[in-house]
């Protein structure tokens, strides 16, 4: 049940690739193909953090990761009066990325994660568990995580992509003698081992092997953009998003794993390539 003047924020946290981006799309995606339980929401916003700009109102943040209401002549007057008026309980704000935000880089953004603004919203935050997360967590009304695939879920998924049961229980067999079947609960990363094994190449020997892989599939990355400037930008930011969390889960596993050996590789692509 909604309560009017009452903002309620719910967070959704998990390490880097395994869904959270995804699952905020997925809800807002289900709103506009009428889902019931998310038919009490007029409207749903998508705010990516780390296309937010310092000095930006919030409407005008709106606007423009929703090039659909500037097409139709919405201004940042009529968002505001949205969402701040007696429509605001009718509205679901999905807020992604808070690991990719400095607190203080938009004062809108900041009162928002504070509870000071959008009285009467529902608000989804994502974030990856880091430690700016404690400092608003008494803001939080509900919290989960997303933990990413089970064993059966990734037979099911290896048994759509491959189209074989037989090749999917090869490939969990593989990867289990591998000692990575259990990083295949990273949805990024069973997509990219099952696009490896459908062309018939070896899967990683280890973790440390899929990482090295990551970074250079990364890297290989960085050279198409060069060669290939005249990709559509829809489909570049689409590939720039899905590289862009590549680095970072090569990152985070470095870190974790604490291979010096990569270490260098890793910063190069993290710190030049997608600054």
């Known amino acids: 049940m909604l309560i009017n003047n009452l903002m309620i924020i719910d967070f959704l946290s998990g390490i880097g690739g395994i869904g959270k981006s995804t699952a905020l799309k997925y809800l807002a995606l289900s709103w506009q193909r009428g889902r019931p339980e998310l038919q009490r929401f007029g409207l749903v916003f998508h705010i990516a953090l780390k296309d937010v700009n310092k000095g930006t109102s919030l409407p005008r943040i709106i606007l423009d990761q929703h090039q659909g209401l500037a097409a139709n002549n919405i201004s940042e007057y009529e968002i505001s009066v949205l969402l701040n008026g007696k429509y605001a309980c009718k509205l679901l ?84 003698k591998n000692e990575i079947l259990d990083i295949l609960g990273i949805p990024i990363i069973l997509q990219m081992m099952c696009v490896l094994f459908q062309s018939g190449l070896a899967l990683p020997q280890s973790k440390t092997q899929t990482t090295r892989a990551i970074v250079d599939w990364s890297i290989k990355y960085s050279a198409y953009r060069k060669k290939h400037p005249r990709t559509s930008k829809s489909t ?28 260098q590789k890793v910063y190069f692509y993290h710190n030049i390539l997608v600054p």
């Open 93 to 176: 704000v999905l807020i992604d990325g808070f690991d990719e935000y400095r607190t203080g880089t938009n004062d809108q953004i900041d009162l928002v994660l504070n509870r000071s603004t959008l009285w009467g919203c529902w608000v989804v935050l994502t974030s990856r568990p880091f430690d700016q997360v404690y400092l608003i967590k008494h803001h939080f009304d509900a919290e989960a995580s997303i933990i990413g695939f089970s064993d059966e879920n990734i037979n099911a998924y290896a048994s759509k992509f491959l189209e074989s049961e037989k090749h999917a229980k090869n490939f969990v067999e593989t990867a289990q």
């Open 236 to 263: 570049q930011r689409e590939l720039d998003n899905i590289f862009y969390k590549l680095g970072k889960l090569a990152w985070e596993s470095l870190q974790s794993d604490i291979q010096q050996l990569l270490l």
